[in-house]
């Protein structure tokens, strides 16, 4: 078996300051990439707390002889994003790795989330995904390579009691990640999605009644499980581009979207009604023989 290696690579992981972003920066740096260590510091709310953080994981890695820097940017501004990048930049010349790891968390049952509460949530998953890569994405089609893990959750994809805020952050992510992935197919840069589930402090501080239901019985849930689907993805030696992956108690999967074959109404048959709805919703729903598209595209074109 070939080691996966990133000698040469740049790598930047953002909100690596702890959890599964610290083990994302680590695993590079241990794999020869340099990287730039980025975290604002401070609570799972997201409210930053100074370099500590992202200094310490800079230390971790340069202490074991890798290289690496820490930038205590907020992900969620474009001044942010941009600084973010220039670190790599000023640093190690280039970019060639970008994982979109930061994040936050505020949970509540749907009618009580402030506006605050989701906000705070939008700016961190979304608009941070946005303004980090938007001057990522410019350096590595310049130089036509690169590789970008966005950080999704099955939240977001298959929902998640008292999450509103967050599972809409992460079910955008998504969308951001299919068109990201898109416009880099022509430029060698290859984006996905991880859906992660691992032990950090944002799980630890879940309410429990949130994952009722989920399975007690001992599985693999270190950081280091995620890392590793994050490091395959984010190495040359990746073919795959617009997928989504997750990673849960040991299990490593392909997530995907799908549409039905459904019902068709032709062109020259009368427009449809409420009722030819009600008459055909069992074909519509029927999930046999169901398609992936893997664009608007796609999916248009499958229709007869
Ligand atoms: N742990 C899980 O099971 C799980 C499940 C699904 C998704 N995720 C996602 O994985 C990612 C990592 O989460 P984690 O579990 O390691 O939690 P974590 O709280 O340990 O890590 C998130 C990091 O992001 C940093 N951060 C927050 N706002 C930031 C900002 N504006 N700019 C820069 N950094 C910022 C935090 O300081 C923190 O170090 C998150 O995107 C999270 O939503 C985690």
Partial sequence: MTRISFDGRVAIVTGAGGGLGRAHALDLAARGAKVVVNDLGGSIAGDGGGGAMADQVAKEITSAGGQAVANYDSVATPEGGKAIVQTALDAFGTVDILINNAG?????????????????????????????????????????????????????????????????????????????????????????????????????????????????????????????????????????????????????????????????????APIATADDVAAHIDTVRDQAGYHVPGSLVEEFALIP
């Fill in 104 to 268: 936050n968390i505020r949970n509540a049952p749907f009618t009580d989330l402030t506006p605050e509460a989701i906000e705070a949530l939008l700016a961190v998953h979304v608009k941070g995904a946005f303004y980090v890569t938007q001057p990522a994405f410019a350096v590595m089609r310049d130089k036509g390579y690169g590789r970008i893990v966005f950080t999704s959750s099955a939240a977001g994809i298959f929902g998640s009691p008292e999450q509103a805020n967050y599972a809409a952050a992460k079910g955008a992510v998504l969308g951001l990640a299919n068109v990201v992935a898109l416009e880099g197919a022509p430029h060698g840069i290859k984006v996905n999605t991880i859906l992660p589930a691992a032990v950090s402090r944002m799980i630890e501080n879940m309410n429990l009644e949130t994952l009722a239901g989920v399975p007690t019985t001992p599985a693999h849930n270190e950081p280091e499980m995620i890392t590793a689907m994050a490091s395959y993805l984010a190495s040359e030696e990746n073919p795959y581009s617009h997928e989504a992956f997750s990673i849960a108690r040991g299990r490593y999967a392909r997530v995907f979207i799908g549409v039905t074959g459904g019902h068709h109404v032709p062109a020259d």
